[in-house]
């Protein structure tokens, strides 16, 4: 709220059209509840179905055709420690 310049005590009215505005559109762009669990479903999905994607993300590789051979030179999945929330 002090990024806009408003106080928590500041009541609706007292706030000007232009800052409503600059709110309105900083909250509209905040993930939701809702959003989080939808992607992590998918996630979930392409994990079990054993999707190409799924594959990748449970080596720990890139997924999107990103190269592997010659863009990095440190070891990619090896030793990393990787946690699933599902």
Known sequence: M???GV???TRIIDI?????????TFVRQL????DLNYRFKLLR??????TYRGIRMRQG???NGQRT??????PRAFGKRT???F
């Open 2 to 4: 002090y990024r806009f």
């Open 7 to 9: 106080k928590p005590s």
């Open 16 to 24: 000007h059209l232009p800052t409503i505005n600059a709110l309105s």
């Open 31 to 34: 993930s939701t509840q809702n």
């Open 45 to 50: 999905f392409h994990r079990i179905m054993g």
């Open 61 to 63: 590789l890139p997924r």
């Open 69 to 74: 051979h010659s863009n990095a030179k440190n």
């Open 83 to 85: 946690r699933y929330l």
